[in-house]
């Protein structure tokens, strides 16, 4: 489910700012005429469309009873990752509007950051995900776990 919220709000994202492009106009043109704001648009979208997909593979893995922590850190961790990416560009495409709450993207923006954090930090879910690969578990530095075993 945790993996699924910053799908949503990312999807809001690129609504308001494919919205927004057409509508604001500078040097004589939308803003959505301009080259490097399509490419900003065009990332979001292949973003959203990669979370999407993953967050569909997991929900397959958990009905087949197949999905494993690894496969749900793994999940959480890249797609919030994407999310605050995406969210920063849609942050990026609005220029000063986009640190205003009115305009939805910041609040898109500080909605997404307890949901990286909750449910594991990005760090500790890449961590979940990197002991099931490897078989070690890297949660604490080696000298204080020799610490703890005297
Ligand atoms: C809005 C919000 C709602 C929340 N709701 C709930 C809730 O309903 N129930 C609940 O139980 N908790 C909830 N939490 C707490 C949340 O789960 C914790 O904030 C989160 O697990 C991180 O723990 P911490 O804040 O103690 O950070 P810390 O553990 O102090 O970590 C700080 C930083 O160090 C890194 N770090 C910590 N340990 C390691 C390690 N071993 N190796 C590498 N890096 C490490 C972390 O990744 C992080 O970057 C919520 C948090 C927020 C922001």
Redesign the pocket.
């Known amino acids: 489910m945790v993996a699924w919220q910053p799908i949503g709000i990312s999807m809001g994202v690129y609504d308001m700012c494919a919205r927004y492009l057409k509508e604001r106009k500078q040097f004589g043109a939308p803003l959505a005429a301009f080259q490097i704001n399509q490419q900003k648009l065009a990332r979001m979208l292949g973003n959203i469309q990669a979370m999407t997909l993953v967050g569909w593979r997991l929900c397959k893995l958990y009905e087949e009873g197949k999905m494993t922590p690894g496969h749900a850190s793994l999940g959480k961790s890249w797609i919030t990752s994407r999310a605050r990416e995406t969210a920063a560009l849609g942050r990026e495409l609005l220029g000063g509007n986009g640190i205003l709450a009115d305009f939805l993207v910041a609040k898109a923006f500080c909605d997404l ?2 949901i990286y ?8 879910n890449s ?1 979940v995900t990197g002991r099931e690969i490897t078989g070690f578990a ?4 080696a000298s204080v776990s020799q610490r703890s075993r005297l």
């Open positions: 950051e307890p954090t909750y449910e594991g930090t990005y760090d500790i961590l890297s949660f604490k530095p």
